[in-house]
Antibody
Framework: EVQLVESGGGLVQPGGSLRLSCAAS????????MHWVRQAPGKGLVWVSR????????SYADSVKGRFTISRDNAKNTLYLQMNSLRAEDTAVYYC?????????WGQGTTVTVSS | DIQMTQSPSSLSASVGDRVTITCQAS??????LNWYQQKPGKAPKLLIY???NLETGVPSRFSGSGSGTDFTFTISSLQPEDIATYYC??????FGGGTKVEIK
């Protein structure tokens, strides 16, 4: 079964850091671009970041550029999102998703809450 | 920067009705437009990719059209299980604001 499972979410103080992980299974992880998408409570979907299949190219939304870093370990079939200098407005459910154009496989999401 | 304007933000329709949602890009994006369905508490699901291609397993009552800057998503006959929020997405990044579809 093709599956993505996120982990690493939690409560963090403003200015703090968190690393999210996304474990992939059931497909050849190293062949796919991967993405992070977030959704604040009661709000719409917001694309956060993407990484190409071998990790050599990344892209970020302006709102997280310079604070978040996407990476992947193809040997471990795992995608990461390192989040630094967190702000209250980063509070959201974070989804990892697979795809080069359309995002055809999504994880269940992990919740990040930034609050003092 | 490209902006994606989706409308309406919400709609109410009867079972069996034809439902149409539009998405407008601020500049030409060719056919690089996807549509997703998200039910409450669930992850989004890809329905349409490259503006008009139906994702495998998606019912044929869902369809998409358009190119350039103007795109349309249609549910030909609304079913109770279609109650959800629908999002357009430019290529693999920017999302529209979403359209919440409810049953009248």
């Amino acid at each position: 079964e093709v599956q993505l499972v996120e982990s690493g979410g939690g409560l963090v103080q403003p200015g703090g850091s968190l690393r999210l992980s996304c474990a992939a299974s059931g497909f050849t992880f190293s062949s796919y671009w991967m993405h992070w998408v977030r959704q604040a409570p009661g709000k719409g979907l917001v694309w956060v970041s993407r990484i190409n299949s071998d990790g050599s190219s990344t892209s970020y939304a302006d709102s997280v550029k310079g604070r978040f870093t996407i990476s992947r370990d193809n040997a471990k079939n795992t995608l990461y999102l390192q989040m630094n200098s967190l702000r209250a407005e980063d509070t959201a459910v974070y989804y990892c998703a697979r795809g080069a154009t359309g995002l055809d496989v999504w994880g269940q999401g992990t919740t990040v809450t930034v609050s003092s | 920067d490209i902006q994606m304007t989706q409308s309406p933000s919400s709609l109410s329709a009867s079972v069996g009705d034809r439902v149409t949602i539009t998405c407008q890009a601020s500049q030409d994006i060719s056919n690089y437009l996807n549509w997703y369905q998200q039910k409450p508490g669930k992850a989004p699901k890809l329905l349409i990719y490259d503006a008009s291609n139906l994702e495998t397993g998606v019912p044929s009552r869902f369809s998409g059209s358009g190119s350039g800057t103007d795109f349309t998503f249609t549910i030909s006959s609304l079913q109770p299980e279609d109650i959800a929020t629908y999002y357009c997405q430019q290529y693999d990044n920017l999302f529209g604001g979403g359209t919440k579809v409810e049953i009248k």
